[in-house]
């Protein structure tokens, strides 16, 4: 990973049988950027919701929004639940 990734927020799926099964929404920081995604999508777009735009889409709080969850990202976030799996790359 070129950057650090810091995870600032992120919640899982809230059933009472199996809770956060399910990566839902994360919130992280890469260099000075903040950035948010829904895990609705199965890919990660670079492009925000609306797939057609050229560049980032920024929202009124000077955060990144992006549908899907980067795969460098649940790295990031699956080492710090667990961080035994480091051992095991």
């Known amino acids: ?6 995870i600032i927020y992120w919640e899982g799926d809230d059933t009472r049988v ?10 992280w920081m890469r260099g000075a950027k903040s950035y948010y995604a829904h895990a609705d999508e199965s890919k990660f777009d670079p492009f ?7 560049t980032e889409w920024e929202d009124d709080r000077g955060n990144y929004e992006h549908r899907g ?16 799996l480091r051992r095991l790359s």
């Open 1 to 6: 990973m070129p950057d650090d990734i810091v």
């Open 48 to 54: 925000g919701e609306f797939g057609d735009d050229l």
């Open 18 to 27: 199996l809770p956060f099964t399910k990566l839902e929404y994360v919130e």
């Open 69 to 84: 969850i980067p795969d460098d990202v649940r790295e990031a976030l699956a080492l710090m639940i667990a961080p035994t």
